[in-house]
């Protein structure tokens, strides 16, 4: 059953908070004024926060990727800005020669508008370049301020780590609640990360003897939504049972956009109108996870593809070498005819197997040709899927002011 609105004004004034793993690493894909609110909404539970180890620990596993992928959709909106720059320029420019050569332009209107042609993409260009410096993630090398910040609110509010009997029973315990599907996690089994991130959070809120707690988190997966009709309503109720069974503790679950709605109203944090539509426009953390495992496939088939052009490279050297060098016994052995049969023989042998080596080459040399058309192929796919996913992440970006 869902909560009602006093309910959440009590839990979200007196609860523990906890907050997953997706919702700090979205902190790198929120504007900077977006994600300023969020950490000042963080701010304003104070003790109350608790992230647990696991989460701690798949922060600091993604965060390095998290970056790169804002980092590679910034890239892939300035490369398709840069594919389609060309050819519209051109044809403009080819349009205004004609256009000038029918009404008789005069050569400094004629040189204004090519100008204004070849400049057409530049605003946009110089705007994507100024909002990916705004984010904070045009420098790989540069200090990261949103771990110092996320540091500093959350210094001794992270949950220690399972000891070797604990780490023992939980993964036994996973792997049972995996087969038998009891929420949460059997979504993502084999990976036991959900269940240690849920069994930390009640030993938490257990020991604290909190009696509500709240779970902030994008995943929206059935072992953790109670889904009516594609509908994420509240928290399965297992979960809500094991809850108050194990931790004394009445259950809310939510997405990132309704904590800060709710922090806005009960805890008079900052929040903006349009930090909560950067929120919802957020990609769920599935396609987050499947926008990372892209990139990864595409950098593994761009490796793959420089091998194999580094092989054939050699090979098709090799191919070259030794049909230089077969020609050469050729002539050699069309000169020999004052030269004993031995030597003759000798000559053409070394022909013979040199000839040999050549179709085998030739043979490795069409396959990898072969083998480098597949990839390519792979790799065009690759990049277009990557494309296509980067767009969607990027459309919130699009509305920084």
């Known amino acids: 059953m869902a909560p009602t609105r006093p309910e959440l004004e009590a839990a979200i004034k007196s609860g523990v908070v906890v907050f997953d793993t997706n919702v700090l690493l979205n902190?790198?894909?929120?504007?900077?004024?977006?994600?300023s609110e969020l950490l000042e909404a963080f701010q304003k539970i104070g003790d109350r926060i608790f992230v647990p180890h696991q989460v701690g620990l798949e922060f600091h596993r993604n965060r390095l990727e998290v970056i790169s992928d804002n980092r590679a959709a910034y890239r892939v909106a300035m490369d398709s800005i840069a594919s389609h720059e060309s050819d519209v320029v051109k044809e403009l420019t080819d349009k205004i020669r004609q256009l000038s050569n029918r009404i008789a332009l005069p050569e400094s209107e004629r040189s204004r508008l090519l100008g204004a042609a070849s400049e057409i993409f530049l605003p946009l260009t110089q705007a994507l370049d100024e909002m990916r410096t705004r984010h904070g993630l045009d420098d790989p090398l540069a200090d990261d301020e949103i771990l110092d910040q996320l540091q500093t609110i959350l210094s001794g509010r992270v949950g220690a780590p399972f000891d070797a009997e604990e780490e023992s029973a939980a993964l036994a315990e996973a792997e049972r609640r995996n087969k038998e599907k009891i929420p949460p996690g059997y979504k993502d089994a084999p990976k036991f990360g959900d269940y240690f991130v849920w069994r930390q959070t009640l030993n938490e809120v257990a020991a604290r003897g909190a009696k509500r707690l709240i779970f902030v988190t994008g995943d929206v997966k059935e072992d953790w939504y109670l889904r009516v009709q594609g509908k994420s309503l509240c928290a399965r109720p297992e979960l809500a049972e094991e809850a108050f069974r194990v931790a004394g503790a009445r259950l809310v679950l939510m997405r990132t956009e309704t904590f800060l709605r709710h922090a806005s109203a009960f805890l008079d944090a900052d929040v903006s109108a349009d930090t909560i539509r950067q929120v919802e426009e957020l990609p769920e953390s599935d396609f987050v996870n499947a926008v990372i495992k892209a990139s990864g496939d595409l950098s593994n088939l761009r490796a793959q593809l420089a091998v194999v052009e580094r092989e054939?490279?050699?090979?098709?050297g090799r191919v070259v070498d030794s049909h230089d060098e077969y020609m050469e016994l050729r002539a050699a052995i069309a000169a020999s005819s004052g030269s004993s049969e031995v030597e003759r023989e000798q000559l053409m042998e070394a022909a013979n197997h040199l000839q040999r080596s050549i179709r085998t080459a030739?043979?490795?040399?069409?396959?990898?040709?072969?083998?480098?058309?597949?990839?390519?192929?792979?790799?065009?796919?690759?990049?277009?899927?990557?494309?296509?996913?980067?767009?969607?992440?990027?459309r919130h970006k699009l509305g920084e002011g």
């Open 312 to 316: 054939l490279a050699v090979i098709e």
């Open 362 to 394: 030739r043979d490795l040399q069409a396959s990898l040709i072969d083998h480098r058309s597949r990839l390519t192929a792979q790799v065009a796919e690759s990049e277009s899927r990557l494309t296509q996913m980067s767009r969607l992440n990027f």
């Open 27 to 35: 902190l790198y894909r929120f504007a900077p004024i977006a994600r």
